[in-house]
């Protein structure tokens, strides 16, 4: 024999359990449609990502061919960076030399002498 047991929905519980389905497919679409402006917003920044590295290139070509037209600036700037790390690296030596306290300056003068 089968027993069969059915059980009765009241409507009012039909309907908004429908509407709950409903409302979870419109959440999932809403989803779907954010993803997919995401992608194409991620495919057009790509695309202004290699538009610009082209662009930085061509400078940097630029800017190569120009240092090559004008030697004597860029011998000139060379010349004044090494001015400059000498200078630093001097003040940083007399720095290191100078003496901490009043016993290390009377040392000092007496290695001068």
């Not at 047991?5 to 497919?25: D, Q």
């Not at 449609?33 to 070509?61: F, G, N, S, V």
């Not at 037209?69 to 000139?76: I, N, S, T």
């Not at 630093?88 to 030596?93: I, M, P, Q």
Request: glycine residues 2%; proline residues 3%; hydrophobic residues 30%.
């Amino acid at each position: 024999m089968n027993h069969s047991l059915y059980t009765a929905l009241h409507p009012n519980m039909i309907v908004e359990a429908r509407k709950t389905i409903l409302g979870a497919e419109l959440n999932t679409i809403e989803i779907l449609k954010r993803i997919k402006q995401y992608k194409e917003i991620r495919k057009q920044e790509l695309a202004e990502k290699r538009k610009l590295r082209t662009k930085l290139k061509k400078l940097a070509k630029l800017v190569q061919q120009l240092t090559r037209q004008l030697p004597e600036l860029a011998e000139e700037k060379k010349e004044e960076n090494r001015k400059k790390k000498r200078k630093t690296k001097e003040s940083s030596k007399n720095e290191q030399a100078r003496p901490r306290t009043c016993r290390d300056k009377g040392k000092a003068r007496r290695a001068k002498q």
